[in-house]
């Protein structure tokens, strides 16, 4: 192997060890989704809902039926409210 090989091989080891540093843990993805899921479960009304929640890398998506904007309102609030949540994709749905 040449020098100018062993470089660009070290240099694209050290870029991808740098972006893997970048991303959270599953396990805090995993701890995220279940702190949003109990501040949505508190709410009387959004209780009564079937939302889906899943977490990546801080961004919290929101998926389901939702009988009125009023209350898919609310719970991105509560979503947007969460500590640790960077950004929400809201794919909620009237029925």
């Known amino acids: 192997m040449n020098k100018r090989t062993v470089w660009g091989s070290l240099a694209g080891l050290t870029l991808l060890w740098a972006a893997g540093c970048t991303t959270l ?3 805090e993805d995993q ?3 279940n ?4 501040r949505l479960n508190q709410d009387e009304l959004i209780r009564r809902t079937m939302i889906n929640v ?3 890398q801080g ?3 929101l998926m389901g ?3 009125d904007d009023a209350l898919r309102l ?11 949540v960077r950004e929400v994709e809201d794919h909620l749905r009237r029925p």
């Not at 702190?35 to 109990?38: A, G, K, N, P, W």
Request: aromatic content about 0%; cysteine-free.
């Open 25 to 27: 843990p599953l396990d």
């Open 31 to 33: 701890g995220l989704k």
């Open 35 to 38: 702190e949003v899921l109990q």
């Open 54 to 56: 899943t977490a990546r």
């Open 59 to 61: 961004v919290i998506t």
């Open 65 to 67: 039926q939702i009988p």
């Open 74 to 84: 609310r719970a991105v609030s509560i979503v947007r409210g969460t500590p640790g």
